[in-house]
Antibody, heavy 123, light 107 residues
Framework: QLHLQESGPGLVKPSETLSLTCTVS??????????WAWIRQSPGKGLEYIGS???????YFNPSLKSRLTMSVDASKSQFSLNLNSVTAADTATYYC???????????????WGQGTWVTVSS | DIQMTQSPSSLSASVGDRVTITCRAG??????LNWYQQKPGKAPKLLIY???TLQSGVPSRFSGSGSGADFTLTISSLQPEDFATYFC?????????FGRGTKLEIK
């Protein structure tokens, strides 16, 4: 069974960089069938798709965050990562990593999620 | 971005009831519509993808329908474990967007 686990600091200062890692177990991260995604959830904005990265490093970023965002994959550690710079209080949220499954027509969904990690942006 | 509008935002129902939640997309999205269930303190769980395909392991009392811009999630006979918040999500075009959720509460 696939398992995803987020890790990273729970508190980040304004203007600094939020860095999170997702460790994948139970299956290979080196697969052409899936993207590896980040989604966040806050009371104010609800669920927001941040972006996703392919095993070869190709990535898609939400345009609203693109200028502050980088994502990467480290297949040797079965991990993928998120870096969001210049954070503000608006970036306070629960951050989830997830597997994005792409298939045929209409097959594009998030089928496995990590438990989520709450990140507060505050001085 | 495609706006996803769910209704109602909250709903009270009893065990055994039949419940329907609706989701409307801001533009046609074919059947690129997914439904998730979320319980407090937990991650969302995929229930239905492609508007009507039940994810493996999800009870058959859950069903989805619709295409274009209007979709429904139906629970045929509510069970105690179904009281949760339900979200729709479009995967027709990026950035993928979610509805604000429908909180299903016990009457």
């Amino acid at each position: 069974q696939l398992h995803l686990q987020e890790s990273g600091p729970g508190l980040v200062k304004p203007s600094e960089t939020l860095s999170l890692t997702c460790t994948v177990s139970g299956d290979s991260i080196n697969t052409r069938s899936y993207f590896w995604a980040w989604i966040r959830q806050s009371p104010g904005k609800g669920l927001e798709y941040i972006g996703s990265v392919f095993y070869n490093g190709d990535a898609y970023f939400n345009p609203s965050l693109k200028s502050r965002l980088t994502m990467s994959v480290d297949a040797s550690k079965s991990q993928f990562s998120l870096n969001l710079n210049s954070v503000t209080a608006a970036d306070t949220a629960t951050y989830y990593c997830a597997r994005r499954h792409l298939g045929g027509h209409s097959v594009d969904y998030f089928d496995f999620w990590g438990q989520g990690t709450w990140v507060t942006v505050s001085s | 971005d495609i706006q996803m509008t769910q209704s109602p935002s909250s709903l009270s129902a009893s065990v055994g009831d039949r419940v329907t939640i609706t989701c409307r997309a801001g533009q046609p999205i074919s059947t690129y519509l997914n439904w998730y269930q979320q319980k407090p303190g937990k991650a969302p769980k995929l229930l239905i993808y492609g508007a009507s395909t039940l994810q493996s392991g999800v009870p058959s009392r859950f069903s989805g329908s619709g295409s274009g811009a209007d979709f429904t999630l139906t629970i045929s006979s509510l069970q105690p474990e179904d009281f949760a918040t339900y979200f729709c999500q479009q995967s027709y075009t990026t950035p993928y967007t979610f509805g604000r959720g429908t909180k299903l509460e016990i009457k």
